[in-house]
């Protein structure tokens, strides 16, 4: 198989391919998919090829990412998105918590909604500051 890419449509699939690898990855500890971890391997490999040596670096006979690329914004991008989906997910489980709490059916879509909307306005205010937990 050959694909045709720019040097920037290029740069753009080792973003994808590294943020894939690592919401893969980056909590499995050990057990990680070791294939996906293997193709982020092979296209940063191809970085000398195409004029990008700064992005990948070579440790024990493997390529790896190097750290100029990982501190170049990658991990402003991976936390931006952990944010998102901490406060979608918070707001989600916060909801359904109130409205079982409350005997609320929980197939109201239209009651769950607006309560995930409370929240997320109350975060976008003051993020997780008024959150207590009791034991």
């Known amino acids: 198989m050959t694909i045709e890419l720019t040097e920037k449509e290029f740069r753009r699939l080792l973003d994808l391919v590294y943020v894939g690898d690592w919401i893969l990855n980056s909590a ?6 070791e294939d996906y971890d293997l193709l982020q391997e092979k296209l940063f490999a191809l970085c000398p090829k195409v004029g990008m040596n700064t992005l990948a670096e070579r440790w024990q006979g493997h390529v790896f990412p190097s750290r100029a690329y990982e ?21 989600e489980e916060l909801a359904r918590r109130d409205m079982e709490g409350e005997g609320v059916d929980a197939g109201d879509e239209s009651e769950l909604m607006s309560r995930i909307e409370e929240y997320y306005s109350e975060f ?9 937990v009791e034991p």
Request: charged share 35%; net charge negative; aromatic share 12%.
């Open 71 to 91: 501190e170049g914004g990658i991990h402003e991008a991976i936390a931006d998105y952990e944010d998102a989906v901490f406060f979608d997910i918070l707001a």
């Open 124 to 132: 976008e205010q003051h993020g997780i500051d008024n959150l207590t």
């Open 28 to 33: 499995r500890g050990e057990d990680r998919f």
